[in-house]
């Protein structure tokens, strides 16, 4: 027995549904005020499950996520925690073992205690690695939270997986020996064999949930010798955030602190609140949540874990957050995951709730819907049949070369406005540049008259006849209309992303009178960060519709093209100025105003790009709360003043008065209130060491993230460790002279 090594978390990622209500939806529907959920209980979203997805797809798809840099032979158990079970007999984690294709020594095991389960897990496995030292257990936690339609509950249910390697020498957090626990029979929350949903009483778990933290807690002092004050950060299983800051603030009380900062618990939040309940998971998400947001660097940070399981079981414990963590971190994944979530309607949502799973026996073909790379296809005979949904329905839609008839590929680059954005849509002056990254569209024709859609970075496949795709195309039209008329937010028009490309498909070819006697597969792929400010909309709607045209040999005069492209990103952004799509055609750097542009040398300063990360709010949003700003005539002038300033700047390749004309840029658009206070504090510290830095998009109007920040320093290495410190990743790019052109 090995008992002074390291053990704990190796690597870490989450998964969770492709489908997601807005609780102010739910609000609505139920004549609620949403501010009931959003403060009472700290929670935005809600993950949803669609038919074809549970607790083995969840897991399997968190854990191919988590092995991408394992070696899977390690592998030497599977412990698989779930209260959402699907077979009194056979573990979830046997399926998710045959879906990975792990190696057939292993153990493989279900474990239940409620949301405690995955716990239970981890401090099961420290031992084994202790004494084998050189292998790896894979440790998931999967699991579904449902109330009922219209339970008091409702509005805290959710969906997810964490999946955990653990071993000796751990990359990620080293768990402490140390613990406290508590066992005790209640009945606070519970589901009889013979029930789909949870019982529960709320009240009294919530209860129970601050009297076991502190009787655990205080044996966990007891036993570790450790106080309050030397945990840097603080997660919680969450079945709802704001019973998190409650608990915090009880712990708080208790020990006595006078320093009543609920700051140590705010990161790791984040992705609860846009997820909801996972149950068992819910306490590795928020791990999750903690090291991919918090702003400091956690080296050598002790964390606090309250692990709760209603029944009941509770536990405290902690570790230490390893050197050299943020190489295994899976932030970039986690943050794609959640940005490209379909938004139900109500009526969606509660289809998707009244699905049922046959339970006689008899044959059951699941409908196709987002499920990742794994999902449930069929039931037959009581038997539960899963597939690696991508390469299965890939291959069903291969078509031979002989009915191949062309193809066509056509790239259009991403851009970044340098000034002017938000003041652009009102008339105002603006300046933008391309850049190296894309968005590339191929289009093939195909003997089968329909069109495939294959946008992989969405995980969406679907195939549409020309009639299904002329209804989709006037459903959203009649959507955009009624924004027009102020019964829908901008956000109601486009509820799934993939909806951009088949509009811009539908409006291409009504309004030219294309006949397409054959059919076509549009596959469309970015290397642009979605929803960042840097036109990834614009360079998939030129690049759809330039693919398209070019393979049915059309010549579509530039100004047709961009009258029908404005007409699609309309639909994306509400009232769209123009700019993001007349760069993606034209290439290179562009002074735009009152739609006549003229071209610019592309800047050649020393310039960085920084992804802060996706916003929680889209640009339409944005340009609709700050529309009222824009009234004043001298706002306006303000915008044009700083944005003629720094065209000047860049005319002359003057650096100095380039970062005077960045700065007071960015004080106009802290005055209209789309920069976060995160995004504000690392510009602040950019301007501190003698540089220049501004939100290069729409910027948010909540939450922590803005999209691309563009950065004017000569010093490198001083923005690059900043970066670091905040959480964010700097992207290489340069000008790029070349518009929307073919391969």
């Not at 257990?137 to 939270?145: E, F, K, N, T, Y």
């Not at 193809?407 to 652009?424: D, T």
Request: charged share 20%.
């Amino acid at each position: 027995m090995h008992n002074d090594i390291k053990v704990g978390i190796d690597t870490l990622a989450i998964y969770t549904p492709r489908y997601a209500l807005d609780l102010a939806t739910l609000a609505k529907a139920r004549s609620i005020d949403p501010e009931k959920y959003h403060t009472g209980l700290g929670q935005y979203l809600m993950s949803v499950p669609p038919p074809g997805e549970d607790i083995v797809t969840m897991a399997a798809n968190a854990a191919l996520e988590v092995l991408r840099d394992v070696d899977v032979n390690d592998i030497e158990m599977l412990l698989f925690a779930t209260e959402s079970g699907i077979d009194q007999s056979k573990a979830a984690g046997i399926y998710v073992h045959g879906l990975l294709g792990l190696k057939s020594r292993c153990r493989v095991v279900e474990l239940k205690q409620a949301c405690y389960g995955g716990t239970a897990a981890i401090q099961l496995t420290l031992s084994f690695l202790r004494q084998y030292p050189d292998k790896k257990v894979l440790v998931i936690a999967s699991d579904i939270a449902k109330y009922g339609l219209g339970a008091i509950a409702e509005s805290s249910q959710g969906a997810g997986a964490a999946a955990l390697v653990l071993s000796a020498h751990p990359r990620l957090l080293a768990i402490e020996p140390e613990y406290g626990v508590v066992t005790e029979n209640v009945m606070d929350f519970w589901r009889p064999n013979y029930s789909h949903e949870a019982l529960v009483d709320g009240k009294y778990s919530s209860k129970l949930y601050l009297t076991l933290l502190e009787k655990c807690f205080q044996q966990y002092t007891e036993i570790s010798g450790r106080q309050f004050k030397d945990h840097a950060y603080f997660c919680y299983h969450t079945p709802v955030p704001r019973l998190v800051e409650k608990a915090h603030q009880h712990l708080l009380k208790i020990n006595q602190q006078e320093n009543k900062s609920l700051e140590p618990i705010q990161p790791a939040l984040e992705y609860g609140r846009a997820i909801g309940n996972s149950y068992s998971a819910s306490l590795y998400v928020a791990l999750a949540s903690l090291l991919d947001k918090a702003a400091d660097d956690l080296t050598g940070k002790r964390i606090g874990f309250y692990s709760y399981g209603s029944g009941c079981v509770a536990e405290y414990f902690s570790g230490v957050v390893q050197t050299g963590y943020r190489d295994c971190l899976h932030t970039a994944y986690h943050q794609q995951l959640l940005a490209t979530r379909t938004l139900l309607q109500q009526d969606e949502y509660e289809t998707f709730y009244r699905f049922k799973y046959v339970e006689d026996g008899s044959l059951q073909a699941i409908p196709l819907y987002q499920t990742g790379l794994f999902g449930l296809t069929s039931m037959q005979d009581h038997k539960r049949q899963y597939e690696k949904i991508i390469p299965s329905v890939m291959s069903k839609r291969k078509i031979s070369t002989q009915e191949e008839i062309s193809q066509i590929k056509v790239y259009a680059p991403g851009k970044l406005i340098l000034s002017g954005e938000h003041a652009v849509v009102y008339g105002e002056p603006a300046l933008a540049m391309a850049v190296n990254r894309y968005v590339t569209a191929t289009v093939t024709r195909q003997s089968v008259p329909q069109v495939l859609f294959d946008l992989s970075d969405l995980s969406h496949h679907s195939r549409l006849s020309y009639d299904a795709l002329h209804l989709l195309k006037e459903k959203i039209k009649q959507k955009y209309y009624r924004f027009i008329r102020g019964d829908y937010s901008i956000r109601d028009v486009l509820q799934k992303p993939f909806e951009l490309a088949q509009f811009a498909m539908g409006v291409l070819s009504e309004s030219l009178g294309i006949a397409l006697p054959h059919g076509i597969k549009i596959h469309v792929q970015s290397d642009l960060p979605m929803g960042c400010g840097m036109g990834s909309s614009a360079a998939t709607i030129v690049s759809v519709m330039q693919a398209i045209s070019n393979c049915m040999q059309l010549h579509i005069p530039r100004d047709t093209l961009y009258k029908l492209a404005l007409e699609t990103e309309n639909m994306q952004h509400g009232h769209s100025s123009g700019l993001d799509l007349r760069v993606a055609m034209q290439g290179g750097c562009l002074y735009m105003h009152k739609q006549e542009w003229q071209a610019r040398n592309i800047p050649e300063l020393p310039m960085y790009l920084v992804n802060t990360g996706t916003p929680i709010t889209t640009t339409g949003q944005c340009v609709e709360k700050v529309a009222p700003q824009f009234k004043s005539s001298s706002l306006r002038n303000e915008f044009a003043a700083v944005t003629n300033a720094m065209d000047k700047a860049l005319q002359e390749q003057s650096s100095h008065d380039m970062q005077k004309a960045i700065q007071h840029n960015h004080q106009l658009l802290v005055s209209i209130g789309v920069v976060p206070e995160k995004v504000q504090a690392f510009i602040s510290e950019i301007e501190f060491i003698g540089s220049a830095a501004k939100i290069c998009g729409g910027g948010a109007i909540a939450g922590d993230a803005a999209g691309a920040v563009l950065v004017i320093s000569p010093d490198k290495q001083s923005v690059s460790s900043l970066a670091t410190r905040f959480g964010y990743n700097i992207i290489p790019i340069s000008g790029e002279a070349k518009g929307v052109h073919a391969a």
